[in-house]
């Protein structure tokens, strides 16, 4: 595998730079679904994706995670490569989604799932480990009931996965994220399908996540984009159509004709 850094990366990269794409093109057959996108992501900032529908923004997170390889170009975080890792490998690294999709055990407690995530940092992935007993592992208890603080669960810990509003879900989802030490956090539309109420309670539980966790957000709500994010990068059609702050963003015409205007 060729490991030379390119000579002129298009992305402006800085000492802060976490993760950075050079080039990237991901292909679906016919379809061009990224088109040679160079980004950098900030650490300790959050940055969110924005775009309208098929604009490719899942599909930055799928290569982030090594769920899919670029068709060309190259990935990098804190300047390794890992375009071509295992996703687990790139999930040791540091690099983590937050899923949309139910990932834990809705016969287990809150808790009991929040547990067996930690654990799994603590012991590896394996079959094995979900037979030994969690109190086995004192790091592992002491790390999951802080991170049912985090995510605002202490309160239904003993409650039944199953028996959580959906709200709560959302947050033993991230919680679950949370467990396996994300240095970069992803999160696809996180208060999507929520209530007002969920959806504050979400936006306050990921600034304060945002304290010590580098995070992307893919977001559709440009209220809480605008509010909460520190650098925005815009996607369409595959291809990036412009990045900046959110004052820079907000009054980019590229932007406004391809996404703003268009809502
Ligand atoms: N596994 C796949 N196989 C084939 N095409 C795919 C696959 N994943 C994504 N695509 C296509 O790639 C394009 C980008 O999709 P993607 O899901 O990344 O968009 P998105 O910006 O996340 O959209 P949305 O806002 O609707 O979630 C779309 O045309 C989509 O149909
Ligand atoms: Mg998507």
Same mark, same amino acid.
């Given at each position: 595998m060729n490991r030379t850094k390119p000579e002129t990366p298009d992305s402006e990269t800085t000492d802060e730079t976490l993760l950075r794409t050079d080039d990237v093109t991901k292909k679906f057959g016919q379809l061009t679904a990224i088109n040679d996108v160079s980004m950098s992501i900030p650490e300790g900032e959050i940055t969110s994706i924005i775009g309208p529908n098929g604009a490719g923004k899942t599909t930055l997170f799928n290569l982030f995670t090594g769920k899919y390889e670029p068709t060309s170009g190259q990935i990098r975080f804190r300047d390794e490569r890992i375009d071509g890792m295992a996703p687990h490998d790139i999930v040791d690294k540091g690099v983590? *989604?937050?899923?949309?999709?139910?990932?834990f055990f809705d016969d287990l407690t809150t808790r009991e799932n929040v547990r067996l995530a930690t654990q799994a940092r603590y012991s590896g992935f394996g079959a094995s480990d979900f037979l030994r007993h969690y109190t086995s592992l004192d790091g592992a208890v002491d790390d999951a009931e802080a991170v049912l603080e985090r995510v605002h669960l202490l309160d239904v810990a003993d409650r039944q996965a199953s028996n959580l509003s959906y709200g709560? *879900?959302?947050?033993?989802?991230?919680g679950i994220a949370l467990a396996a030490g994300p240095d970069l956090l992803l999160m696809d539309e996180p208060t999507a399908g929520m209530s007002p109420e969920e959806t504050l309670d979400t936006v306050e539980l990921i600034e304060e996540i945002a304290s010590d966790t580098t995070l992307v957000l893919i977001e559709h709500d440009m209220d809480i984009v605008m509010d909460i994010s520190e650098f925005i990068v815009v996607m369409n059609e595959g291809e990036l159509i412009a990045r900046g702050d959110p004052a820079e963003i907000r009054t980019d015409d590229r932007v406004q004709r391809a996404y703003l205007g268009g809502e």
């Open positions: 983590v *989604r937050s899923f949309q999709i139910t990932n709560q *879900r959302r947050h033993l989802e991230i």
